[in-house]
Protein backbone atom coordinates (compact mmCIF):
# COMPACT_ATOMS: atom_id res chain seq x y z
CA UNK A 1 0.00 0.00 0.00
CA UNK A 2 1.18 3.92 0.76
CA UNK A 3 4.72 3.39 2.08
CA UNK A 4 7.84 4.92 2.19
CA UNK A 5 11.24 4.32 -0.01
CA UNK A 6 14.22 3.56 1.79
CA UNK A 7 16.78 5.53 0.52
CA UNK A 8 19.27 6.53 2.89
CA UNK A 9 22.39 4.51 1.48
CA UNK A 10 21.50 5.98 -2.10
CA UNK A 11 21.80 9.43 -0.46
CA UNK A 12 24.90 9.11 1.38
CA UNK A 13 26.57 7.75 -0.89
CA UNK A 14 25.93 10.30 -3.85
CA UNK A 15 25.61 13.24 -2.18
CA UNK A 16 29.18 12.96 0.26
CA UNK A 17 28.80 16.52 1.48
CA UNK A 18 25.56 17.55 1.70
CA UNK A 19 26.71 19.80 4.81
CA UNK A 20 28.38 21.90 2.36
CA UNK A 21 27.28 24.99 0.40
CA UNK A 22 26.33 24.75 -3.11
CA UNK A 23 29.05 25.87 -5.50
CA UNK A 24 28.36 28.32 -8.30
CA UNK A 25 27.70 26.75 -11.65
CA UNK A 26 31.53 27.85 -12.84
CA UNK A 27 32.65 26.10 -10.04
CA UNK A 28 30.45 23.36 -9.79
CA UNK A 29 31.86 22.65 -13.73
CA UNK A 30 35.54 23.14 -12.70
CA UNK A 31 35.10 20.71 -9.68
CA UNK A 32 33.68 18.05 -12.89
CA UNK A 33 36.60 19.00 -15.39
CA UNK A 34 38.73 17.54 -11.98
CA UNK A 35 36.64 14.38 -11.69
CA UNK A 36 38.10 10.67 -13.15
CA UNK A 37 36.00 7.93 -13.83
CA UNK A 38 37.21 5.87 -11.12
CA UNK A 39 35.92 8.12 -8.35
CA UNK A 40 32.54 6.79 -9.47
CA UNK A 41 33.26 3.29 -10.81
CA UNK A 42 32.06 0.85 -8.16
CA UNK A 43 30.68 3.59 -5.55
CA UNK A 44 27.53 2.74 -3.47
CA UNK A 45 24.93 4.30 -5.96
CA UNK A 46 26.29 4.76 -8.98
CA UNK A 47 25.71 2.67 -11.77
CA UNK A 48 27.68 4.13 -14.76
CA UNK A 49 29.08 1.13 -16.73
CA UNK A 50 32.23 2.19 -18.10
CA UNK A 51 34.89 4.83 -18.33
CA UNK A 52 33.87 5.63 -22.14
CA UNK A 53 30.08 6.18 -20.78
CA UNK A 54 31.50 8.41 -17.65
CA UNK A 55 33.61 10.49 -20.35
CA UNK A 56 30.21 10.60 -22.50
CA UNK A 57 28.24 12.15 -19.51
CA UNK A 58 31.11 14.52 -18.96
CA UNK A 59 31.14 16.07 -22.66
CA UNK A 60 27.26 15.87 -22.52
CA UNK A 61 27.36 18.16 -19.10
CA UNK A 62 30.11 20.66 -20.80
CA UNK A 63 28.34 20.45 -24.09
CA UNK A 64 24.67 21.45 -21.90
CA UNK A 65 26.55 24.44 -20.28
CA UNK A 66 28.06 26.21 -23.46
CA UNK A 67 27.02 29.82 -23.74
CA UNK A 68 24.75 29.45 -20.67
CA UNK A 69 24.93 32.51 -18.16
CA UNK A 70 23.60 31.78 -14.42
CA UNK A 71 23.58 34.74 -12.37
CA UNK A 72 22.45 33.42 -9.13
CA UNK A 73 22.32 29.78 -7.36
CA UNK A 74 20.32 28.33 -4.59
CA UNK A 75 19.31 24.70 -2.84
CA UNK A 76 15.67 24.22 -3.23
CA UNK A 77 16.64 21.26 -0.89
CA UNK A 78 19.24 20.23 0.04
CA UNK A 79 21.33 18.49 -2.86
CA UNK A 80 19.19 19.71 -5.21
CA UNK A 81 20.39 22.88 -7.10
CA UNK A 82 18.84 25.72 -8.93
CA UNK A 83 20.55 27.79 -11.15
CA UNK A 84 18.99 30.89 -12.37
CA UNK A 85 19.93 31.55 -16.20
CA UNK A 86 19.65 34.39 -18.25
CA UNK A 87 16.53 33.03 -19.98
CA UNK A 88 18.17 33.41 -23.29
CA UNK A 89 20.78 31.82 -22.73
CA UNK A 90 19.15 28.74 -21.56
CA UNK A 91 19.53 25.57 -24.13
CA UNK A 92 16.48 25.61 -25.87
CA UNK A 93 16.73 28.94 -26.71
CA UNK A 94 20.26 29.10 -27.72
CA UNK A 95 19.46 26.18 -30.08
CA UNK A 96 16.77 28.23 -31.43
CA UNK A 97 18.64 31.39 -31.71
CA UNK A 98 16.07 33.28 -29.78
CA UNK A 99 16.39 37.29 -29.12
CA UNK A 100 14.35 39.59 -27.13
CA UNK A 101 12.43 40.65 -30.30
CA UNK A 102 10.94 37.17 -30.68
CA UNK A 103 10.51 36.15 -27.11
CA UNK A 104 7.21 35.29 -26.06
CA UNK A 105 5.60 34.63 -22.54
CA UNK A 106 2.90 32.77 -23.15
CA UNK A 107 0.50 31.02 -26.00
CA UNK A 108 -1.70 33.85 -28.16
CA UNK A 109 -4.51 32.37 -26.92
CA UNK A 110 -5.76 30.34 -24.34
CA UNK A 111 -8.88 27.63 -24.67
CA UNK A 112 -12.23 28.92 -24.54
CA UNK A 113 -15.08 26.66 -22.51
CA UNK A 114 -16.95 24.65 -24.38
CA UNK A 115 -19.02 23.55 -21.08
CA UNK A 116 -22.35 24.69 -19.98
CA UNK A 117 -21.23 24.39 -16.26
CA UNK A 118 -18.14 26.07 -15.73
CA UNK A 119 -17.63 25.39 -12.06
CA UNK A 120 -14.23 22.97 -12.10
CA UNK A 121 -12.83 23.47 -8.88
CA UNK A 122 -14.01 21.40 -5.98
CA UNK A 123 -13.56 22.77 -2.49
CA UNK A 124 -13.04 19.51 -1.22
CA UNK A 125 -9.35 19.33 -3.38
CA UNK A 126 -6.15 21.89 -1.57
CA UNK A 127 -4.83 23.62 -4.57
CA UNK A 128 -2.92 26.15 -5.62
CA UNK A 129 1.21 26.87 -5.95
CA UNK A 130 2.96 24.31 -3.75
CA UNK A 131 6.15 26.13 -2.72
CA UNK A 132 8.62 23.25 -3.97
CA UNK A 133 7.41 23.79 -7.65
CA UNK A 134 6.36 27.95 -7.22
CA UNK A 135 9.15 29.91 -6.42
CA UNK A 136 8.21 33.44 -4.89
CA UNK A 137 8.97 35.83 -7.09
CA UNK A 138 12.50 37.52 -6.44
CA UNK A 139 10.82 41.45 -6.48
CA UNK A 140 8.51 40.85 -4.10
CA UNK A 141 11.02 40.42 -1.78
CA UNK A 142 9.66 37.91 0.47
CA UNK A 143 11.22 34.71 -1.41
CA UNK A 144 12.78 32.16 1.62
CA UNK A 145 16.42 31.54 1.72
CA UNK A 146 18.66 28.13 1.72
CA UNK A 147 21.03 26.88 4.08
CA UNK A 148 23.48 29.67 2.72
CA UNK A 149 21.10 32.30 2.85
CA UNK A 150 20.56 32.42 -1.02
CA UNK A 151 16.81 33.58 -1.90
CA UNK A 152 15.01 30.26 -3.28
CA UNK A 153 13.75 32.93 -6.53
CA UNK A 154 15.22 33.85 -10.10
CA UNK A 155 14.95 37.38 -11.23
CA UNK A 156 12.79 38.22 -14.09
CA UNK A 157 14.77 37.33 -17.39
CA UNK A 158 16.24 34.78 -16.04
CA UNK A 159 14.68 30.83 -15.29
CA UNK A 160 15.29 28.40 -12.78
CA UNK A 161 17.07 25.09 -14.22
CA UNK A 162 18.32 22.43 -12.12
CA UNK A 163 21.90 21.92 -12.35
CA UNK A 164 22.87 18.72 -14.38
CA UNK A 165 25.57 17.43 -12.31
CA UNK A 166 27.78 13.90 -12.96
CA UNK A 167 26.37 12.58 -9.73
CA UNK A 168 22.66 12.86 -11.22
CA UNK A 169 24.30 11.48 -14.15
CA UNK A 170 26.53 8.53 -13.05
CA UNK A 171 23.06 7.02 -11.12
CA UNK A 172 22.54 5.75 -14.58
CA UNK A 173 24.20 3.35 -16.41
CA UNK A 174 24.99 5.82 -19.65
CA UNK A 175 23.82 8.62 -20.92
CA UNK A 176 21.32 7.47 -22.81
CA UNK A 177 19.82 5.48 -19.49
CA UNK A 178 19.59 8.94 -17.91
CA UNK A 179 17.51 10.77 -20.71
CA UNK A 180 15.12 8.06 -22.04
CA UNK A 181 11.95 7.97 -20.36
CA UNK A 182 12.13 3.98 -21.58
CA UNK A 183 15.53 3.66 -19.82
CA UNK A 184 17.01 2.66 -22.09
CA UNK A 185 16.14 3.74 -26.40
CA UNK A 186 13.64 1.45 -27.74
CA UNK A 187 12.49 -0.50 -24.76
CA UNK A 188 9.08 0.55 -24.52
CA UNK A 189 6.72 3.48 -25.94
CA UNK A 190 3.34 5.10 -25.22
CA UNK A 191 0.50 2.32 -23.57
CA UNK A 192 -0.05 -0.11 -25.82
CA UNK A 193 3.44 0.61 -27.79
CA UNK A 194 5.18 -2.33 -27.20
CA UNK A 195 5.48 -5.79 -26.47
CA UNK A 196 6.15 -6.26 -23.21
CA UNK A 197 8.04 -9.80 -21.78
CA UNK A 198 8.54 -11.25 -18.40
CA UNK A 199 11.86 -11.14 -16.34
CA UNK A 200 13.09 -7.60 -18.41
CA UNK A 201 12.17 -3.87 -17.37
CA UNK A 202 8.63 -3.12 -18.47
CA UNK A 203 6.40 -0.54 -18.52
CA UNK A 204 2.74 -1.17 -17.28
CA UNK A 205 0.25 1.07 -17.59
CA UNK A 206 -3.56 2.11 -15.98
CA UNK A 207 -4.75 4.57 -18.24
CA UNK A 208 -7.60 6.11 -20.82
CA UNK A 209 -7.64 7.83 -23.71
CA UNK A 210 -9.41 9.04 -26.95
CA UNK A 211 -8.45 9.13 -30.54
CA UNK A 212 -9.17 12.49 -31.53
CA UNK A 213 -7.74 15.35 -33.35
CA UNK A 214 -6.52 17.97 -30.55
CA UNK A 215 -4.18 20.64 -29.61
CA UNK A 216 -3.72 19.47 -26.16
CA UNK A 217 -5.50 18.72 -22.90
CA UNK A 218 -5.97 19.19 -19.18
CA UNK A 219 -6.35 16.93 -15.90
CA UNK A 220 -6.04 17.91 -12.37
CA UNK A 221 -4.33 14.95 -10.62
CA UNK A 222 -3.98 14.27 -6.76
CA UNK A 223 -0.52 14.08 -5.91
CA UNK A 224 1.34 11.37 -4.22
CA UNK A 225 4.23 9.99 -2.57
CA UNK A 226 4.20 6.68 -4.31
CA UNK A 227 6.58 3.68 -3.19
CA UNK A 228 9.03 2.46 -5.56
CA UNK A 229 10.68 -1.01 -4.55
CA UNK A 230 13.79 -0.16 -6.33
CA UNK A 231 15.35 3.12 -7.07
CA UNK A 232 15.62 2.36 -10.62
CA UNK A 233 12.00 1.93 -10.56
CA UNK A 234 9.31 5.09 -11.12
CA UNK A 235 5.77 5.97 -10.50
CA UNK A 236 4.07 8.79 -12.07
CA UNK A 237 0.69 10.17 -13.03
CA UNK A 238 0.69 12.48 -16.38
CA UNK A 239 -0.93 13.46 -19.07
CA UNK A 240 0.50 12.44 -23.13
CA UNK A 241 -0.94 14.40 -26.12
CA UNK A 242 0.24 12.26 -28.97
CA UNK A 243 0.43 11.82 -32.82
CA UNK A 244 2.44 9.02 -35.19
CA UNK A 245 3.19 5.34 -34.46
CA UNK A 246 6.21 3.14 -34.17
CA UNK A 247 9.60 4.95 -34.60
CA UNK A 248 7.71 8.22 -35.74
CA UNK A 249 5.52 8.65 -32.28
CA UNK A 250 5.61 11.52 -31.09
CA UNK A 251 4.71 13.32 -27.70
CA UNK A 252 4.19 16.06 -25.16
CA UNK A 253 3.53 15.07 -21.67
CA UNK A 254 3.70 16.67 -18.04
CA UNK A 255 2.94 15.73 -14.68
CA UNK A 256 3.74 14.17 -11.24
CA UNK A 257 6.96 11.61 -10.77
CA UNK A 258 8.27 9.31 -7.75
CA UNK A 259 12.11 8.42 -9.33
CA UNK A 260 14.49 7.86 -7.10
CA UNK A 261 17.43 8.19 -8.83
CA UNK A 262 16.66 11.24 -10.55
CA UNK A 263 16.09 13.11 -7.85
CA UNK A 264 19.50 12.80 -5.44
CA UNK A 265 18.48 14.97 -2.87
CA UNK A 266 16.88 15.13 0.44
CA UNK A 267 13.61 14.39 -1.25
CA UNK A 268 13.81 11.54 -3.92
CA UNK A 269 10.66 9.73 -2.75
CA UNK A 270 8.55 13.36 -2.55
CA UNK A 271 6.78 13.51 -6.30
CA UNK A 272 8.64 15.88 -8.37
CA UNK A 273 6.96 18.00 -11.47
CA UNK A 274 8.00 16.53 -14.89
CA UNK A 275 7.90 16.90 -18.29
CA UNK A 276 8.99 15.04 -20.97
CA UNK A 277 8.78 14.85 -24.57
CA UNK A 278 10.02 12.16 -27.60
CA UNK A 279 9.90 13.09 -31.62
CA UNK A 280 10.50 9.22 -32.31
CA UNK A 281 8.75 6.95 -30.36
CA UNK A 282 11.49 7.17 -27.70
CA UNK A 283 14.55 5.74 -29.53
CA UNK A 284 17.36 8.33 -29.79
CA UNK A 285 15.14 11.37 -29.11
CA UNK A 286 13.74 13.17 -25.81
CA UNK A 287 14.81 13.97 -22.61
CA UNK A 288 13.37 14.86 -18.88
CA UNK A 289 12.29 18.56 -17.69
CA UNK A 290 15.42 21.05 -19.04
CA UNK A 291 18.04 18.36 -19.14
CA UNK A 292 18.35 18.56 -23.03
CA UNK A 293 17.65 22.02 -25.56
CA UNK A 294 14.16 20.71 -26.53
CA UNK A 295 12.04 22.74 -23.81
CA UNK A 296 12.22 26.88 -24.01
CA UNK A 297 10.89 27.92 -20.22
CA UNK A 298 9.64 31.38 -20.15
CA UNK A 299 8.24 31.64 -16.73
CA UNK A 300 10.79 32.58 -13.71
CA UNK A 301 8.91 31.07 -11.04
CA UNK A 302 7.95 27.64 -12.36
CA UNK A 303 10.89 24.78 -10.64
CA UNK A 304 10.69 22.63 -13.16
CA UNK A 305 12.02 19.34 -11.49
CA UNK A 306 11.10 20.47 -8.12
CA UNK A 307 9.57 18.54 -5.47
CA UNK A 308 5.81 18.61 -3.89
CA UNK A 309 5.66 19.84 -0.31
CA UNK A 310 2.04 19.27 -0.31
CA UNK A 311 1.09 15.45 -0.98
CA UNK A 312 -2.50 13.42 -0.23
CA UNK A 313 -3.05 11.61 2.84
CA UNK A 314 -5.17 8.40 2.72
CA UNK A 315 -8.35 9.02 4.42
CA UNK A 316 -7.39 12.77 4.63
CA UNK A 317 -6.65 15.90 2.79
CA UNK A 318 -6.14 15.47 -1.36
CA UNK A 319 -3.45 18.35 -2.59
CA UNK A 320 -3.90 18.43 -6.48
CA UNK A 321 -1.80 20.16 -9.07
CA UNK A 322 -3.68 21.02 -12.86
CA UNK A 323 -1.64 20.47 -15.98
CA UNK A 324 -2.64 20.96 -19.52
CA UNK A 325 -0.87 20.92 -22.94
CA UNK A 326 -1.73 23.54 -25.56
CA UNK A 327 -1.07 24.02 -29.04
CA UNK A 328 -0.63 27.50 -29.80
CA UNK A 329 -1.93 27.90 -33.28
CA UNK A 330 -0.22 30.89 -34.69
CA UNK A 331 3.33 29.39 -33.68
CA UNK A 332 2.46 26.04 -33.21
CA UNK A 333 4.69 25.65 -30.17
CA UNK A 334 3.45 23.03 -27.74
CA UNK A 335 3.17 24.55 -24.14
CA UNK A 336 2.76 23.04 -20.96
CA UNK A 337 0.99 24.81 -17.75
CA UNK A 338 1.17 24.26 -14.25
CA UNK A 339 -1.97 25.19 -11.91
CA UNK A 340 -2.65 28.65 -13.41
CA UNK A 341 1.18 29.88 -14.95
CA UNK A 342 2.37 29.20 -18.70
CA UNK A 343 5.99 27.40 -17.83
CA UNK A 344 6.98 27.27 -21.18
CA UNK A 345 6.75 25.13 -24.73
CA UNK A 346 8.14 23.01 -26.98
CA UNK A 347 8.72 24.67 -30.11
CA UNK A 348 7.04 23.27 -33.39
CA UNK A 349 10.42 22.58 -35.02
CA UNK A 350 10.98 19.77 -33.27
CA UNK A 351 7.90 17.60 -34.47
CA UNK A 352 7.17 16.57 -38.19
CA UNK A 353 4.18 16.50 -40.44
CA UNK A 354 3.12 12.79 -39.43
CA UNK A 355 3.76 14.23 -35.73
CA UNK A 356 2.87 16.72 -33.54
CA UNK A 357 3.97 19.69 -36.22
CA UNK A 358 -0.04 20.89 -36.66
CA UNK A 359 -1.82 19.06 -34.06
CA UNK A 360 -2.09 15.57 -31.49
CA UNK A 361 -4.34 12.36 -32.34
CA UNK A 362 -5.11 11.36 -29.54
CA UNK A 363 -5.16 12.59 -25.83
CA UNK A 364 -4.12 10.18 -22.93
CA UNK A 365 -4.33 10.30 -19.21
CA UNK A 366 -2.91 7.70 -16.42
CA UNK A 367 -0.22 6.21 -14.44
CA UNK A 368 2.65 4.41 -15.38
CA UNK A 369 5.14 2.76 -13.49
CA UNK A 370 8.39 0.75 -14.20
CA UNK A 371 8.45 -3.17 -13.69
CA UNK A 372 12.66 -4.43 -13.10
CA UNK A 373 10.90 -7.90 -12.10
CA UNK A 374 13.41 -7.87 -9.04
CA UNK A 375 14.01 -10.94 -7.47
CA UNK A 376 12.15 -12.90 -10.42
CA UNK A 377 8.77 -11.59 -9.41
CA UNK A 378 6.77 -8.87 -10.00
CA UNK A 379 7.12 -5.56 -8.38
CA UNK A 380 5.67 -3.90 -5.46
CA UNK A 381 6.30 -0.48 -6.39
CA UNK A 382 2.83 1.52 -6.01
CA UNK A 383 1.04 3.27 -8.85
CA UNK A 384 -0.91 6.68 -7.54
CA UNK A 385 -1.34 5.86 -3.64
CA UNK A 386 -1.19 1.90 -3.91
CA UNK A 387 -4.73 1.52 -3.44
CA UNK A 388 -6.64 0.02 -6.18
CA UNK A 389 -9.69 2.24 -7.73
CA UNK A 390 -12.35 0.22 -5.78
CA UNK A 391 -11.16 1.97 -2.91
CA UNK A 392 -12.14 6.00 -3.88
CA UNK A 393 -11.99 8.97 -2.77
CA UNK A 394 -8.85 9.64 -0.16
CA UNK A 395 -7.44 6.46 -0.70
CA UNK A 396 -6.89 5.38 -4.74
CA UNK A 397 -5.29 7.86 -6.60
CA UNK A 398 -7.03 9.60 -9.13
CA UNK A 399 -7.23 12.14 -12.34
CA UNK A 400 -10.29 14.33 -12.66
CA UNK A 401 -11.68 17.43 -14.64
CA UNK A 402 -10.06 15.66 -17.73
CA UNK A 403 -11.23 17.87 -20.71
CA UNK A 404 -8.95 18.19 -24.32
CA UNK A 405 -8.84 21.50 -26.54
CA UNK A 406 -9.96 21.04 -30.77
CA UNK A 407 -8.61 22.68 -33.28
CA UNK A 408 -10.69 25.96 -32.79
CA UNK A 409 -9.14 26.08 -29.21
CA UNK A 410 -12.51 24.78 -27.26
CA UNK A 411 -12.92 22.60 -24.30
CA UNK A 412 -14.47 19.32 -24.72
CA UNK A 413 -15.44 16.76 -22.72
CA UNK A 414 -13.69 13.38 -24.01
CA UNK A 415 -14.91 10.13 -24.38
CA UNK A 416 -12.18 7.70 -22.92
CA UNK A 417 -11.08 4.38 -23.38
CA UNK A 418 -10.01 2.84 -20.01
CA UNK A 419 -6.69 0.52 -20.67
CA UNK A 420 -4.74 -1.46 -18.90
CA UNK A 421 -1.29 -3.76 -18.68
CA UNK A 422 -2.62 -6.04 -16.35
CA UNK A 423 -5.64 -5.39 -13.64
CA UNK A 424 -4.74 -7.62 -10.75
CA UNK A 425 -1.83 -4.94 -10.86
CA UNK A 426 -2.80 -1.48 -11.67
CA UNK A 427 -6.43 -1.34 -12.84
CA UNK A 428 -8.52 2.08 -13.79
CA UNK A 429 -12.24 2.93 -13.28
CA UNK A 430 -13.60 6.05 -15.12
CA UNK A 431 -16.68 7.73 -14.58
CA UNK A 432 -18.82 11.13 -15.27
CA UNK A 433 -19.85 13.54 -13.14
CA UNK A 434 -22.46 16.21 -14.23
CA UNK A 435 -21.30 18.82 -11.19
CA UNK A 436 -17.60 19.61 -10.62
CA UNK A 437 -15.12 16.67 -11.39
CA UNK A 438 -16.80 16.09 -14.62
CA UNK A 439 -14.73 13.52 -16.27
CA UNK A 440 -12.74 11.58 -13.88
CA UNK A 441 -10.99 8.36 -13.04
CA UNK A 442 -9.71 6.40 -10.28
CA UNK A 443 -6.41 4.40 -10.88
CA UNK A 444 -3.35 2.67 -9.08
CA UNK A 445 -2.93 -0.79 -7.00
CA UNK A 446 0.34 -1.58 -5.45
CA UNK A 447 1.64 -4.62 -7.70
CA UNK A 448 3.11 -7.61 -6.14
CA UNK A 449 0.72 -9.60 -4.52
CA UNK A 450 -2.96 -11.96 -4.98
CA UNK A 451 -3.30 -12.12 -8.94
CA UNK A 452 -0.17 -10.18 -9.68
CA UNK A 453 2.51 -12.35 -9.38
Not at 175 to 189: Q, S
Not at 267 to 289: E, V
Not at 409 to 416: C, F, K, N, R, V
Amino acid sequence: MYRMTLIATLVAATLPALAEAAPTLTQSLAQMDAEQAADYLGRPGAKVRDTAEFQRMKDYVRQHYDGVVALHHFELSPGQVFDCVDELTQPGARRLGLTRADWQRKPSQGPVDADADTQLAPAMDRHGRDPGIFLKPAAAGAAEVDAEGQAKACAKGTIPMQRLTLSRLAAFESLDHFRHKRGLPGTGGLPGEGMQMPEATVHEYAHAYQNVSNWGGEATMNIWRSYTELNSEFSLSQLWAVAGSGSGLQTVEAGWQVYPNRHLSSHPSDAHLFIYSTQDGYNNTGCYDLDCDDFVQTNSDVAIGGYFTNHSVVNGTQYVTKIMALKDHTTGHWWIKVGDVYAGYYPRSLYNSSGLRDKATKIDFGGEIVNTWPSGRHTRTDMGSGYQPSAGYKYAAYQRTIRYIDLNYAYHTPSLTESRTKSACYDIDSAYDSGTWKTYFYFGGEGYGTGCP
